[in-house]
Protein backbone atom coordinates (compact mmCIF):
# COMPACT_ATOMS: atom_id res chain seq x y z
CA UNK A 1 0.00 0.00 0.00
CA UNK A 2 1.18 3.52 -0.68
CA UNK A 3 2.54 5.85 2.52
CA UNK A 4 1.09 8.70 1.03
CA UNK A 5 -2.19 9.29 -0.82
CA UNK A 6 -3.27 12.08 -2.03
CA UNK A 7 -7.06 14.29 -2.36
CA UNK A 8 -7.28 17.49 -4.25
CA UNK A 9 -6.41 19.47 -7.41
CA UNK A 10 -4.57 17.70 -10.49
CA UNK A 11 -4.11 20.51 -13.22
CA UNK A 12 -3.47 20.70 -16.89
CA UNK A 13 -0.34 23.10 -17.34
CA UNK A 14 0.61 24.84 -20.16
CA UNK A 15 4.21 27.25 -19.44
CA UNK A 16 4.96 30.25 -21.06
CA UNK A 17 8.72 31.46 -20.21
CA UNK A 18 9.01 35.53 -20.86
CA UNK A 19 11.01 38.16 -20.74
CA UNK A 20 8.46 40.16 -18.65
CA UNK A 21 5.13 40.31 -18.18
CA UNK A 22 3.25 41.86 -21.06
CA UNK A 23 1.08 44.81 -21.31
CA UNK A 24 -2.71 44.68 -22.26
CA UNK A 25 -3.66 44.31 -26.04
CA UNK A 26 -0.12 43.52 -27.25
CA UNK A 27 1.62 40.78 -28.75
CA UNK A 28 4.62 38.79 -27.55
CA UNK A 29 6.79 35.73 -28.39
CA UNK A 30 7.42 33.23 -25.72
CA UNK A 31 10.90 32.14 -25.35
CA UNK A 32 9.83 28.41 -24.51
CA UNK A 33 6.27 26.69 -24.16
CA UNK A 34 6.15 23.31 -22.22
CA UNK A 35 2.97 21.02 -21.09
CA UNK A 36 3.21 20.23 -17.32
CA UNK A 37 0.55 18.70 -14.48
CA UNK A 38 -0.05 21.11 -11.65
CA UNK A 39 -2.18 21.57 -9.05
CA UNK A 40 -1.09 21.19 -5.01
CA UNK A 41 -2.51 18.10 -4.00
CA UNK A 42 -1.54 15.90 -7.26
CA UNK A 43 2.17 17.76 -7.49
CA UNK A 44 2.71 17.06 -3.86
CA UNK A 45 2.19 13.44 -4.32
CA UNK A 46 4.33 13.55 -7.57
CA UNK A 47 7.18 14.34 -5.02
CA UNK A 48 6.66 12.29 -2.53
CA UNK A 49 6.91 9.67 -5.21
CA UNK A 50 10.28 11.31 -7.04
CA UNK A 51 12.18 11.46 -3.36
CA UNK A 52 11.22 7.77 -2.57
CA UNK A 53 8.01 6.65 -0.69
CA UNK A 54 5.11 4.75 -2.45
CA UNK A 55 2.96 7.31 -3.21
CA UNK A 56 -1.04 7.36 -4.75
CA UNK A 57 -3.86 9.51 -6.17
CA UNK A 58 -6.95 9.90 -5.10
CA UNK A 59 -9.41 11.90 -7.54
CA UNK A 60 -10.74 12.49 -10.79
CA UNK A 61 -9.80 12.83 -14.02
CA UNK A 62 -11.46 13.75 -17.73
CA UNK A 63 -10.75 11.27 -20.76
CA UNK A 64 -9.74 14.56 -22.95
CA UNK A 65 -6.16 15.25 -23.85
CA UNK A 66 -5.33 17.13 -20.66
CA UNK A 67 -6.86 14.37 -18.40
CA UNK A 68 -4.80 11.25 -20.60
CA UNK A 69 -1.74 13.95 -20.04
CA UNK A 70 -2.22 14.36 -16.39
CA UNK A 71 -2.68 10.76 -16.29
CA UNK A 72 0.09 9.56 -17.95
CA UNK A 73 2.11 12.17 -16.08
CA UNK A 74 1.66 10.61 -12.69
CA UNK A 75 1.94 7.34 -13.70
CA UNK A 76 5.59 8.31 -15.57
CA UNK A 77 7.01 9.54 -12.29
CA UNK A 78 5.34 6.26 -10.41
CA UNK A 79 2.52 7.62 -8.69
CA UNK A 80 -0.26 4.96 -8.50
CA UNK A 81 -3.54 5.73 -9.88
CA UNK A 82 -5.41 2.61 -9.45
CA UNK A 83 -7.90 5.08 -7.31
CA UNK A 84 -8.15 7.48 -9.65
CA UNK A 85 -11.55 7.41 -11.77
CA UNK A 86 -11.48 8.32 -15.54
CA UNK A 87 -14.83 9.39 -16.82
CA UNK A 88 -15.84 10.78 -20.92
CA UNK A 89 -17.35 14.03 -22.23
CA UNK A 90 -15.54 16.19 -19.60
CA UNK A 91 -13.37 18.99 -19.73
CA UNK A 92 -10.32 18.71 -17.56
CA UNK A 93 -9.02 21.58 -14.83
CA UNK A 94 -6.74 23.32 -16.96
CA UNK A 95 -4.37 26.53 -16.55
CA UNK A 96 -2.06 28.94 -18.29
CA UNK A 97 0.79 29.93 -16.71
CA UNK A 98 3.29 32.79 -17.75
CA UNK A 99 6.95 32.85 -16.19
CA UNK A 100 8.55 35.84 -16.06
CA UNK A 101 12.27 36.08 -16.33
CA UNK A 102 12.65 39.41 -15.38
CA UNK A 103 10.64 39.35 -12.12
CA UNK A 104 11.10 35.65 -11.80
CA UNK A 105 7.63 35.09 -10.41
CA UNK A 106 4.57 33.61 -12.45
CA UNK A 107 1.21 34.74 -12.92
CA UNK A 108 -1.87 32.00 -13.77
CA UNK A 109 -5.28 32.10 -15.29
CA UNK A 110 -7.14 28.56 -14.89
CA UNK A 111 -10.58 27.39 -15.81
CA UNK A 112 -11.70 24.29 -13.25
CA UNK A 113 -13.59 22.39 -15.83
CA UNK A 114 -16.89 20.33 -15.17
CA UNK A 115 -15.77 17.06 -13.90
CA UNK A 116 -18.50 15.47 -11.34
CA UNK A 117 -16.94 15.49 -7.78
CA UNK A 118 -14.93 12.45 -6.53
CA UNK A 119 -16.67 9.83 -4.42
CA UNK A 120 -15.27 7.65 -1.88
CA UNK A 121 -15.58 4.21 -2.40
CA UNK A 122 -14.57 1.03 -0.57
CA UNK A 123 -11.04 0.70 -2.27
CA UNK A 124 -10.28 4.21 -1.46
CA UNK A 125 -11.11 4.50 1.57
CA UNK A 126 -9.02 1.35 2.53
CA UNK A 127 -6.33 3.18 1.25
CA UNK A 128 -6.62 6.17 3.44
CA UNK A 129 -7.19 3.80 6.24
CA UNK A 130 -3.52 1.98 5.55
CA UNK A 131 -1.77 4.97 4.47
CA UNK A 132 0.55 6.83 6.77
CA UNK A 133 -0.42 10.22 5.29
CA UNK A 134 -3.30 11.78 3.49
CA UNK A 135 -2.80 14.75 1.60
CA UNK A 136 -5.73 17.28 0.84
CA UNK A 137 -5.67 20.78 -0.69
CA UNK A 138 -8.98 22.18 -0.15
CA UNK A 139 -10.74 21.07 -3.40
CA UNK A 140 -12.59 18.29 -4.07
CA UNK A 141 -13.86 19.63 -0.31
CA UNK A 142 -16.37 17.34 0.55
CA UNK A 143 -14.49 14.00 -0.51
CA UNK A 144 -11.24 15.93 1.19
CA UNK A 145 -13.44 16.09 4.76
CA UNK A 146 -14.82 12.69 4.34
CA UNK A 147 -11.04 11.33 4.00
CA UNK A 148 -9.96 13.46 6.92
CA UNK A 149 -12.33 11.76 9.01
CA UNK A 150 -11.44 8.00 8.05
CA UNK A 151 -7.55 9.55 8.17
CA UNK A 152 -8.29 10.74 11.78
CA UNK A 153 -10.58 7.63 13.13
CA UNK A 154 -7.38 5.24 11.83
CA UNK A 155 -4.36 7.04 12.59
CA UNK A 156 -3.38 7.85 9.34
CA UNK A 157 -1.79 12.08 9.63
CA UNK A 158 -3.57 14.56 7.57
CA UNK A 159 -1.54 16.81 6.40
CA UNK A 160 -3.51 19.89 4.86
CA UNK A 161 -1.44 22.36 1.81
CA UNK A 162 -3.80 25.34 2.72
CA UNK A 163 -3.14 27.47 0.13
CA UNK A 164 -6.05 29.13 -1.36
CA UNK A 165 -9.21 30.12 1.20
CA UNK A 166 -11.44 27.95 -0.34
CA UNK A 167 -15.28 27.84 0.56
CA UNK A 168 -15.87 25.31 3.38
CA UNK A 169 -11.93 25.57 4.88
CA UNK A 170 -13.71 25.52 8.14
CA UNK A 171 -14.99 21.95 7.72
CA UNK A 172 -11.28 20.44 6.62
CA UNK A 173 -9.24 22.54 9.22
CA UNK A 174 -10.23 20.72 11.94
CA UNK A 175 -8.80 17.61 11.40
CA UNK A 176 -5.96 18.50 9.87
CA UNK A 177 -2.59 17.01 12.09
CA UNK A 178 0.30 18.64 10.13
CA UNK A 179 -1.27 22.47 8.86
CA UNK A 180 0.89 23.79 6.85
CA UNK A 181 -0.57 27.64 5.24
CA UNK A 182 0.51 30.20 3.23
CA UNK A 183 0.81 33.41 4.86
CA UNK A 184 -1.50 35.13 2.65
CA UNK A 185 -4.10 32.21 3.95
CA UNK A 186 -3.18 32.55 7.18
CA UNK A 187 -3.38 36.30 7.54
CA UNK A 188 -6.17 36.30 5.60
CA UNK A 189 -8.24 33.17 7.57
CA UNK A 190 -7.23 34.60 11.03
CA UNK A 191 -7.21 37.86 10.64
CA UNK A 192 -4.12 38.41 12.28
CA UNK A 193 -1.42 40.91 11.68
CA UNK A 194 1.33 38.98 11.28
CA UNK A 195 2.49 35.07 10.29
CA UNK A 196 3.67 34.38 14.44
CA UNK A 197 0.00 35.64 15.13
CA UNK A 198 -1.54 33.98 12.52
CA UNK A 199 0.22 30.51 13.69
CA UNK A 200 -1.08 30.76 16.99
CA UNK A 201 -4.05 31.54 16.49
CA UNK A 202 -4.75 28.61 13.80
CA UNK A 203 -2.43 26.18 16.46
CA UNK A 204 -5.49 27.01 19.20
CA UNK A 205 -8.37 27.27 17.22
CA UNK A 206 -7.63 23.78 15.49
CA UNK A 207 -5.21 21.95 17.47
CA UNK A 208 -3.14 20.23 14.53
CA UNK A 209 0.14 18.73 15.99
CA UNK A 210 2.19 21.32 14.17
CA UNK A 211 1.28 24.73 11.79
CA UNK A 212 4.11 25.53 9.34
CA UNK A 213 3.42 29.02 7.58
CA UNK A 214 5.33 29.12 3.85
CA UNK A 215 6.22 32.63 3.32
CA UNK A 216 7.77 31.93 -0.59
CA UNK A 217 11.79 33.87 -0.78
CA UNK A 218 11.87 34.59 3.05
CA UNK A 219 11.32 30.95 3.89
CA UNK A 220 8.78 30.11 6.74
CA UNK A 221 7.64 29.83 10.44
CA UNK A 222 7.03 26.63 12.62
CA UNK A 223 4.68 26.38 15.46
CA UNK A 224 4.47 23.49 17.90
CA UNK A 225 2.69 24.94 20.40
CA UNK A 226 5.58 25.30 22.50
CA UNK A 227 7.70 27.98 20.41
CA UNK A 228 8.13 29.78 16.92
CA UNK A 229 11.01 28.53 14.93
CA UNK A 230 12.02 30.17 11.34
CA UNK A 231 13.70 28.26 8.58
CA UNK A 232 15.18 29.47 6.12
CA UNK A 233 14.30 29.45 2.19
CA UNK A 234 17.84 28.00 0.78
CA UNK A 235 19.23 29.22 -2.05
CA UNK A 236 18.61 28.67 -5.80
CA UNK A 237 18.68 30.38 -9.27
CA UNK A 238 14.90 30.74 -10.35
CA UNK A 239 13.97 29.65 -13.17
CA UNK A 240 10.68 28.12 -12.63
CA UNK A 241 8.82 29.04 -9.38
CA UNK A 242 5.55 27.46 -10.22
CA UNK A 243 4.12 25.17 -7.90
CA UNK A 244 7.32 25.30 -5.51
CA UNK A 245 4.69 25.30 -2.15
CA UNK A 246 3.30 22.17 -3.61
CA UNK A 247 6.39 20.30 -3.96
CA UNK A 248 7.22 21.76 -0.52
CA UNK A 249 3.78 20.21 1.23
CA UNK A 250 5.19 16.45 -0.88
CA UNK A 251 7.93 17.03 0.48
CA UNK A 252 6.96 17.42 3.96
CA UNK A 253 5.10 14.76 3.69
CA UNK A 254 8.32 12.34 2.43
CA UNK A 255 10.32 13.90 5.38
CA UNK A 256 7.35 12.69 7.88
CA UNK A 257 7.55 9.26 6.57
CA UNK A 258 11.24 9.48 7.35
CA UNK A 259 10.90 9.78 10.52
CA UNK A 260 12.02 13.65 10.60
CA UNK A 261 10.87 15.62 13.50
CA UNK A 262 8.90 18.43 12.12
CA UNK A 263 11.57 20.89 12.11
CA UNK A 264 13.75 18.82 10.21
CA UNK A 265 10.89 18.52 7.68
CA UNK A 266 10.76 22.33 6.96
CA UNK A 267 14.51 22.20 6.35
CA UNK A 268 14.49 19.54 3.76
CA UNK A 269 11.51 21.00 2.20
CA UNK A 270 12.82 24.09 1.49
CA UNK A 271 15.39 22.60 0.36
CA UNK A 272 13.52 20.37 -2.42
CA UNK A 273 11.13 23.25 -3.23
CA UNK A 274 14.56 25.30 -3.90
CA UNK A 275 15.66 23.50 -6.16
CA UNK A 276 12.77 22.31 -8.30
CA UNK A 277 13.03 25.94 -8.49
CA UNK A 278 15.91 25.77 -10.65
CA UNK A 279 14.11 23.73 -13.42
CA UNK A 280 11.01 24.30 -15.98
CA UNK A 281 7.90 22.23 -14.39
CA UNK A 282 6.73 21.70 -11.19
CA UNK A 283 7.04 17.61 -11.17
CA UNK A 284 9.80 17.97 -13.64
CA UNK A 285 12.09 19.75 -11.23
CA UNK A 286 11.84 17.80 -8.50
CA UNK A 287 14.69 16.71 -7.52
CA UNK A 288 16.09 12.98 -5.29
CA UNK A 289 16.40 12.07 -2.35
CA UNK A 290 20.14 12.26 -2.61
CA UNK A 291 20.55 15.36 -4.42
CA UNK A 292 18.82 16.87 -1.81
CA UNK A 293 20.82 15.44 0.84
CA UNK A 294 24.07 16.45 -1.21
CA UNK A 295 22.87 20.14 -1.13
CA UNK A 296 21.81 20.43 2.43
CA UNK A 297 25.46 18.88 3.15
CA UNK A 298 27.29 21.59 0.76
CA UNK A 299 25.31 24.54 2.85
CA UNK A 300 26.45 23.36 5.92
CA UNK A 301 23.08 21.75 7.41
CA UNK A 302 25.01 19.11 9.82
CA UNK A 303 21.62 17.32 10.73
CA UNK A 304 21.34 15.91 7.47
CA UNK A 305 25.19 14.79 7.28
CA UNK A 306 24.63 11.39 7.77
CA UNK A 307 22.11 10.66 5.51
CA UNK A 308 25.02 9.96 3.14
CA UNK A 309 27.82 8.45 5.15
Same mark, same amino acid.
Given at each position: MS??V?I????YD????VP?Y?????K??A?? #??AA??????????? !?? /????? *?A??G??????GG???KADM?K???S??????????A??S??I????EA??????F????L?AL???E??IE???N??????DGNEME?AV????IA?? #????????A????EG !?E /?LL?? *??IL????E?S?????A?????AAKI?F?K??P????I?QG???G???D??E???????P?????SN????V???????A?T???D???????????SA?????LG??AG?PT???VI??????G????K???E
Amino acid at each position: MSKVVGIGANVYDTLYTVPNYPTEDTKMRAEN #SVAAGGGPTATGIVA !VS /KLGAE *AAYIGVLADDAGGCFLKADMEKYGVSTEYTDVYSGYASFSSCIWLSREAKSRTCVFFRGNLPALKLDEKKIEAIKNAEILMVDGNEMEAAVEGAKIAND #SGTKVLYDAGGLYEG !VE /KLLPH *ADILIPSEEFSLGHTGAATAEDAAKILFDKYSPEVVVITQGKKGGIMYDGKEIKSYPATPAEVIDSNGAGDVFHGAFAFAVTKGYDYYKACIFSSAVSALKCEKLGARAGVPTFSEVIKYLKELGFDEFKEELE
